[in-house]
T-cell receptor, first 114, second 110 residues
Framework: EPEVTQTPSHQVTQMGQEVILRCVPI?????FYWYRQILGQKVEFLVSFYNNEISEKSEIFDDQFSVERPDGSNFTLKIRSTKLEDSAMYFCASSRDNLNQPQHFGDGTRLSIL | DAKTTQPPSMDCAEGRAANLPCNHSTISGNEYVYWYRQIHSQGPQYIIH???NNETNEMASLIITEDRKSSTLILPHATLRDTAVYYCIVRASTGNQFYFGTGTSLTVIP
């Protein structure tokens, strides 16, 4: 069964450094998402992406964050200047449409900011 | 914010059916009910979804009341590997994001 894959599984970065989290969505999916989960807290929506544009973003997704689909298979989340509070699990998801099809999630990247 | 209410925790004996309830009394006509689960800190795993009819797949059954104000996820024969946090989510067909609440922590007991 096709799945969403994320790399790396764990990323350790110094505060203030840039980090790029990578995702390969399911191949015939058209909608892409990033969520995060701070340890012990809820899964929170960050951003959705369709047709090479951001379609929706949350208050968390400020100017430090950006997303890109640099080629036909990858979907990336960049954090420009990381802060301690960016430490979290970051989940990528994809779906065939945004009508009623479910989103399928990867197993996440654990980001640790030192 | 999450529009659903779920009990914080439940236990179920291994091999028995696990029935997880969810209240969504303010659900709108175009909103679907989705169920996901999260094992440890893995990514949320899609289980099943429906609009108003009952649904069944290889993982579970979803029973939605006629007024659509509540639903029940049924795992017919729970195993230890079904121990997880289960999330009930409602989302409009035109929506992008899923709102994850705190879910129900299901523990399957040997």
């Amino acid at each position: 069964e096709p799945e969403v894959t994320q790399t790396p599984s764990h990323q350790v970065t110094q505060m203030g450094q840039e980090v790029i989290l990578r995702c390969v969505p399911i191949s015939n999916h058209l909608y892409f998402y990033w969520y995060r989960q701070i340890l012990g807290q809820k899964v929170e929506f960050l951003v959705s992406f369709y047709n090479n544009e951001i379609s929706e973003k949350s208050e968390i997704f400020d100017d430090q964050f950006s997303v890109e689909r640099p080629d036909g298979s990858n979907f990336t989340l960049k954090i420009r200047s990381t802060k301690l509070e960016d430490s979290a699990m970051y989940f990528c998801a994809s779906s065939r449409d945004n009508l009623n099809q479910p989103q399928h999630f990867g197993d996440g990247t654990r980001l640790s900011i030192l | 914010d999450a529009k659903t209410t779920q009990p914080p925790s439940m236990d179920c004996a291994e091999g028995r059916a696990a029935n997880l309830p969810c209240n969504h009394s303010t659900i709108s006509g175009n909103e679907y009910v989705y169920w996901y689960r999260q094992i440890h800190s893995q990514g949320p795993q899609y289980i099943i979804h429906g609009l108003k009819n009952n649904e069944t797949n290889e993982m579970a059954s979803l029973i939605i009341t006629e007024d659509r104000k509540s639903s029940t996820l049924i795992l017919p024969h729970a195993t230890l590997r079904d121990t997880a946090v289960y999330y009930c989510i409602v989302r409009a067909s035109t929506g992008n994001q899923f709102y994850f609440g705190t879910g129900t922590s299901l523990t399957v007991i040997p």
